[in-house]
Every structure is written in C-alpha cells, then in structure tokens.
C-alpha cells in the first residue's frame, strides 16, 4: 500500500515525500480512504502511530477539492489537549499544506493573544486550537465557527482527563450541524464511548493495535528499589549506561523539580517540563532536549503529553502514574517508528498496587532486577500514597493546584482535572 494508493493528491504526495515517509502507518492506511470518503470516524490509536498524518492528510486534501471564498472561513477545526500538541499538530499541518493552497493558524493559552487575533482575521482554512483560548477568543467575537465543515477532536481520552468535557459542549454548539467528526483516543473508557456517540454521526471504527496494549518493541523493566534510593538510582542508571536522551516522568510538578536539580547537581543536564512552567520554557526545554544539550528531560504526564520525539531511546518512570492508562501513553514515547526503545520503572514499595493495575491492564508481567546498593526497604508500607499526598516530597502540603485561590478558568480546569483524575483512581483502586 502506497499514499498514492490511498487517493492523495499530488501536492499532499509530494509534501509525504519531503518528510521521508515511504508507506503509509496501518492508521494511516486505515483512516484515510474512510475520511477522504466524507465518513465520521472514530479511531483508536496513540501519540507515536502516525495518526496525526491520518487526519491531517485526508483533511487537507478535502478542503482543497472545494473551491476557496475570498474571506476565508474557519473549515476544519482540530481541537487538541495540551499546547505542546496544538504546536506539533500545526507543524504538522503546516508541512502538510506546503504545495497547497490553503492557511492554517494555531492557538492556545499562555501566550500573548494579539498575534493569534490577528493571524486569524487574515483568514484560515485550518484553525488548530486547545479548547480555552479557542473559547476565550470566541467569546471576544475574534472567531466563528459557523463554517467548519470538519471538526477532529484529538487525544479525546486526554481531554476528559484535563476536565475539558464542558469547553467541548460548548464548542459544539458552535459549529453547524452539517459536518465531518473524527474523534481519536488512546483509551476507550465508558466516558469516551458515551463523548463520541454524541459527537459522531454513523462512524467508520478504525483500529490499530490491540486496545491498551504496550507496544511489543519495547523492553520494559521494573527496578524494585527504596523510596529514598531512587534518585541514586537513576543517576547510576543513566551515567553508567551514558544514556543522551532520557524522558523522565514523575507524579508531581514538584518531584520534577526536585530531580531535575539533583540531576544537575549530579553533572547530568536536566530540564523540567510541566504545567507551571511558561510556554517559553517549556519551548525551550523541548528544544534542548531534541538538540541534545539537554540529556534528560523531566515531566509530568500532561506536559509530556504531545511531545513529538522520534525514536526515543529511554524513558524510565521515576514514579508510576497512580492511573494505569498513563503507563501506556509514557511507554507510548518509546519505540517510535518500529525502533526498539527501553521501559524503565523505579518502583518502591507504596506503589505495589499501582504495578499490579498495570500489569493487569497491559496482559503481561514485568521483569523485575533489584541493584546492590538500591535494595527496597522489606520493612516498608506496600499501601498506596493516597491521592493528593506526596509523602517523601511535600510533607503536610497539597498539590498546588488543589489549594490554590482559583485565578481564572485555568484553575478551575486543573481543580476540575483533579477531580476526574480522582474518579479513575478510585475506579482504579476498585478494578485492582
Ligand atoms: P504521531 O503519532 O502523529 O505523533 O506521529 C509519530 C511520528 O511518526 C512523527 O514523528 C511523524 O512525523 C512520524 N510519521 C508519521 N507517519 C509516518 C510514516 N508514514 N512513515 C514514517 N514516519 C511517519
């Protein structure tokens, strides 16, 4: 199968080519033919399948078959989580569309607007956005949905998780009803089912892997190892195996700073990346990261969400993600494009459940390799750290989210993320 095979035009063929693709990704064989159809499509397929292609590709070759008005409308709006994935799905779009003619434009919060406002009054065809600034600057008549022809919703399982169901209500309400939906997820919960029927119109299903499946490529392995052994761990691990690129990912935006400074005063370079830093840093992180002036990258799992790093070599869970469809997206960064990628999971005795619910949900048991020196504690508690407790870290202090006086929307969304998040622990804690 071939990208001409699916039916893409030659300026689309030819954009494919310049990026280096050859075949098409079984996403990408799958949903293209149906979207080029006109069909709503519902798609189960993670960050790293090439899924972004999938729609884009389709999307594209469909609003330049119709013929273009002189004030031009919004016609396709892809709406995504996280600002990291508006930006890699525009760059995405913006490659894309390079022999086409058609405008594309992205927005998100955190940054000036004016810039955005203005970019969108010269018109776009393709406007990618998250969903409160894309509400923000509705509300300010900056915008009209009222001609979008498509509408994507990606990463929808990501979306419930951040509290965006309400944004995306509203969103809704504002485009016609006449239109083409695709929805793409990772994960198909009861919530995410009961999202797209409402949203999707007769959909074609298109599915990759097996559901919640942790790619085979990857080699994953436990390190059973005390609390407080594992920052020396880590650091032994990635001196000793003199490991460049490393995604890191722990629970709280606090750990991530607290290891980040430790890597660097162990003469590792770090970056942190997480909801509290500016866009600015979270840029510059990134960049430092894929140039490799940065060996290890430090994240919490909605900031690593949409990060685009192809063919990372490590990532290694400095905590386990307390919800077990995180361990699946982490591990999703790894192995990327076929190549092999390496799993690593630091994991103490309070986290024991968490292993379990994961282990259940992947189908299969992980290795486990105990390091002399970084033995686990026998004496200590297996009784999973509740929600919104740190122990070791914040001593008697909540998560700053949770307390903080809420400033705007953005507080709301993140008391409401916890919120939900707490619902699938709980729903976790009685699955396990
Ligand atoms: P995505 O799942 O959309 O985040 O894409 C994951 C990575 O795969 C990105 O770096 C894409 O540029 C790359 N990619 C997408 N489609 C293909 C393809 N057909 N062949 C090779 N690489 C691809």
């Not at 729609?55 to 070759?61: A, G, R, V, Y």
């Not at 407080?228 to 990912?249: A, C, D, P, R, Y």
């Not at 840029?283 to 430092?288: I, P, R, Y």
């Not at 953005?410 to 976790?428: A, F, M, P, T």
């Amino acid at each position: 199968m071939s990208f001409k095979e699916l039916g893409l035009s030659e300026p689309l063929l030819k954009a494919i080519s310049k990026k280096g693709y050859e075949t098409p990704s079984p996403i990408q064989a799958k949903a293209i033919p149906s979207v080029l159809e006109g069909k709503d499509v519902l798609a189960s397929a993670q960050t790293g399948t090439g899924k972004t292609a999938g729609f884009t590709l389709p999307l594209l070759h469909l609003l330049s078959e119709n013929p273009k008005e002189k004030y031009r409308p919004i016609r396709a709006l892809i709406l995504t989580p996280t600002r990291e994935l508006a930006a890699q799905v525009f760059a995405n779009v913006k490659e894309y569309s390079e022999f086409l003619n058609l405008r594309s434009a992205v927005i998100f919060g955190g940054v000036n607007q004016k810039p955005q406002i203005a970019t969108i009054r010269k018109g776009v065809d393709v406007l990618v956005a998250t969903p409160g600034r894309l509400l923000d600057l509705q509300n300010q008549g900056a915008l009209s949905l009222k001609r979008v022809e498509i509408f994507v919703l990606d990463e929808a399982d990501r979306m419930l998780d951040m509290g965006f169901l309400r944004d995306i209500e509203r969103v809704m309400k504002l485009m016609p009803d006449k239109r083409q939906n695709l929805l793409f997820s990772a994960t198909f919960s009861k919530d995410i089912k009961k999202l797209a029927y409402s949203i999707l119109n007769n959909p074609v299903q298109v599915e990759t892997a097996r559901q919640n499946t942790a790619v085979e490529v990857i080699d994953q392995k436990v390190y059973r190892v005390a609390k407080g052994k594992k920052t020396g761990l880590i650091i032994k691990l990635i001196s000793e195996g003199n490991w460049n690129q490393v995604l890191v990912f722990t629970r709280t935006k606090h750990g991530a700073n607290k290891l980040c400074k430790k890597m660097i005063s162990a003469g590792i370079s770090a970056a942190a990346i997480h909801g509290n830093k500016s866009q600015g840093a979270r840029t510059k992180a990134l960049a430092g990261f894929k140039n490799g002036s940065v060996r290890v990258l430090v994240a919490t799992d909605i900031a690593a969400r949409g990060i685009d790093i192809p063919l990372l070599p490590h990532v290694i869970n400095f905590e386990l993600p307390n919800i077990s469809e995180d361990y699946v997206h982490r591990i999703g960064r790894t192995g990327r494009a076929g190549a092999e990628g390496q799993a690593l999971s630091l994991v103490s005795a309070d986290e024991t459940s968490y292993l379990k619910g994961i282990e259940k949900l992947i189908g299969e048991s992980i290795e486990v390799e105990i390091v002399e020196g970084f033995e686990p504690d026998p004496n200590a508690s297996t009784a999973p750290i509740k929600p919104g407790q740190n122990r070791n870290q914040n001593k008697g202090r909540r998560t700053n989210n949770r307390n903080s006086n809420s400033k705007g929307s953005g507080n709301n969304r993140n008391s409401n993320r916890n919120k939900s998040r707490n619902r699938n622990r709980n729903n976790d804690s009685t699955r396990n």
